[in-house]
T-cell receptor, first 112, second 113 residues
Framework: DAGITQSPRHKVTETGTPVTLRCHQTENHRYMYWYRQDPGHGLRLIHYSYGVKDTDKGEVSDGYSVSRSKTEDFLLTLESATSSQTSVYFC???????????FGSGTRLTVV | GDSVTQMEGPVTLSEEAFLTINCTYTATGYPSLFWYVQYPGEGLQLLLKATKADDKGSNKGFEATYRKETTSFHLEKGSVQVSDSAVYFCALSYAGNNRKLIWGLGTSLAVNP
């Protein structure tokens, strides 16, 4: 019942390199979100989108940018990866008529 | 500001024990309340929700009641199974806030056979 897929599932990258994570949905939901999950911090919102080309910052947006050129795709870019961005990244979607989220399976990113 | 507080884990129970995970919130308005579950190595899944005071959400034997007077949304299950071992997250959301969820830090549950 995917409806939402994240790619890649795992990535190892070097400090200073740009990295793009992709979130793809087939549900035609309006809202899309990027979170990072770290031990002791729970889920922290990085950026979110409330429509095509409509995005806004979350609580931990420094060092990250996003783009949404189509309803189905929401890209998260780490402009210059740092070791502090080693984390598990989750994408989530939400419909206009329902407050619940559907989450992707996550991307485990390691910055070395 | 709005916030969600969950009991700290880990919680360790034997199979068939009764489970309670406490969740309290502070909110300026009338939010919807949620419980999400995360199984090892997976993303979060919506477990149950309640959208107004006194509503009871239920799913898979889990229940939670939206208590406005105590600002609580405690998760309960009468008899846990090993397969319930997971991390449980409480969250709240407002309709007018671009559906952004405010999350608790999560409570890890381990159920032993």
């Amino acid at each position: 019942d995917a409806g939402i897929t994240q790619s890649p599932r795992h990535k190892v990258t070097e400090t200073g390199t740009p990295v793009t994570l992709r979130c793809h949905q087939t549900e035609n939901h309006r809202y899309m979100y990027w979170y990072r999950q770290d031990p002791g911090h729970g889920l922290r919102l990085i950026h979110y989108s409330y429509g095509v080309k409509d995005t806004d910052k979350g609580e931990v947006s420094d060092g990250y940018s996003v783009s949404r050129s189509k309803t189905e795709d929401f890209l998260l870019t780490l402009e210059s990866a740092t070791s502090s961005q080693t984390s598990v990244y989750f994408c989530a979607i939400s419909a206009l008529t329902d407050y619940g989220y559907t989450f992707g399976s996550g991307t485990r990113l390691t910055v070395v | 500001g709005d916030s969600v507080t969950q009991m700290e884990g880990p919680v360790t129970l034997s199979e068939e024990a009764f489970l309670t995970i406490n969740c309290t919130y502070t909110a300026t308005g009338y939010p919807s309340l949620f419980w999400y579950v995360q199984y090892p190595g997976e993303g979060l899944q919506l477990l149950l929700k309640a959208t107004k005071a006194d509503d009871k959400g239920s799913n898979k034997g889990f229940e939670a009641t939206y208590r406005k007077e105590t600002t609580s949304f405690h998760l309960e299950k009468g008899s846990v199974q090993v397969s319930d071992s997971a991390v449980y997250f409480c969250a709240l959301s407002y309709a007018g806030n671009n559906r952004k969820l405010i999350w608790g830090l999560g409570t890890s549950l381990a159920v032993n056979p």
